[in-house]
């Protein structure tokens, strides 16, 4: 089985074309992949179009191409997606700077990693779902033309179905705010009852290696925190529990954090930094939950370490 939306005209200036493809086999796979980088060969001022997908698919695609191999780019997924979906954004956005056309043109093949940590869990599953969906919004002033491919031998019909919400032209599309709130919907567990209630931001980082977290790493994870603290506060409350590696802590905060988009716009700098709030925060730490409370509550953040 191989569906998807097929060859459209390349993007125009500043406008995101975000596509999907989904099939359960190699040809399958090589039928969605090759008339899209057909198109990115043929498209105007753009670089050669890239394949991100997992080994055995880019070597039977290398093989379909036969000399048109030379003129496209070649890279494992295990490569590209090394860490979370913020680390994604994060690597989708430095690769443009670096590498694609005026306003952004290049055209790319992308395959998820779902035998990785995309797949680990419903709840990174998840993660990763928010990520298609918010690509739409963070990359909508590129002129990128990606094709997300979804091989159903390992991402599972859950997912591709789910996918499917987050990619225009599916027919199921979710507009970003509408398919975010729904993930978010889902309630975080409770704090336990043995949770510590910290004095300030500043102290999560004593209180974590205190819990058996290296003294780098809870310098890093107290940095998270009080960078979240900093672009989201006042603080009302601090809870932390949890042993090292898996630190956590949650900011309870006195208004709502309201945009979707907190923490995954890059800022213009490329190595993340303690100044840049949730971006900051979201690139250091494994899990960074935000959950907004009733209109005219405050939110909750919790940040996970390891």
Wanted: hydrophobic share 45%; charged share 20%; glycine share 10%.
């Amino acid at each position: 089985m191989s569906t998807s939306t097929g060859p459209r005209p390349a993007a125009a200036q500043g406008q995101f074309d975000h596509r999907m493809a989904v099939f359960g086999s190699d040809d399958g796979f090589v039928a969605a992949a090759l008339p899209f980088l057909a198109e990115g060969l043929a498209a105007p001022d753009e670089p050669p179009p890239v394949a991100i997908a997992a080994p055995g698919l880019l070597a039977v695609l290398r093989d379909a191409l036969g000399t048109d191999a030379r003129d496209v780019g070649f890279i494992d997924h295990t490569d590209w997606y090394t860490g979370t979906a913020a680390n994604a954004v994060a690597q989708g956005a430095g690769y443009l700077a670096a590498n694609a056309g005026p306003g952004g043109r290049v055209h790319l093949l992308m395959e998820p990693d779902w035998a990785g940590r995309a797949g680990r869990s419903p709840r990174e599953s998840a993660e990763w779902i928010r990520y298609e969906s918010l690509a739409n919004l963070l990359f909508a002033p590129f002129a990128t033309t990606a094709l997300c491919a979804y091989d159903t031998r390992t991402a599972g019909p859950a997912v591709v179905d789910a996918a499917r919400r987050a990619h225009p032209g599916t027919g199921v599309y979710e507009q970003p705010p509408v398919l975010v709130r729904e993930l978010d919907a889902v309630p975080l567990p409770p704090p336990p009852q043995s949770a510590a209630r910290l004095p300030a931001p500043e102290s999560v980082g004593t209180w974590a290696a205190d819990c058996g977290l290296p003294a780098v790493d809870a310098g890093r994870f107290g940095r998270a925190v009080v960078a979240a603290a900093a672009a989201h506060g006042p603080v009302v409350e601090i809870l932390a529990w949890g042993e090292a590696p898996a630190c956590v802590c949650e900011l309870r905060l006195c208004r709502a954090v309201a945009d979707p988009l907190a923490g995954f716009v890059p800022p213009p700098g490329r190595e993340p930094e303690p100044g840049q709030g949730l971006w900051f925060t979201r690139q250091v730490c494994s899990y960074v939950d935000v959950r907004d409370g009733v209109p005219g509550d405050g939110a909750k953040i919790r940040v996970q370490y390891a």
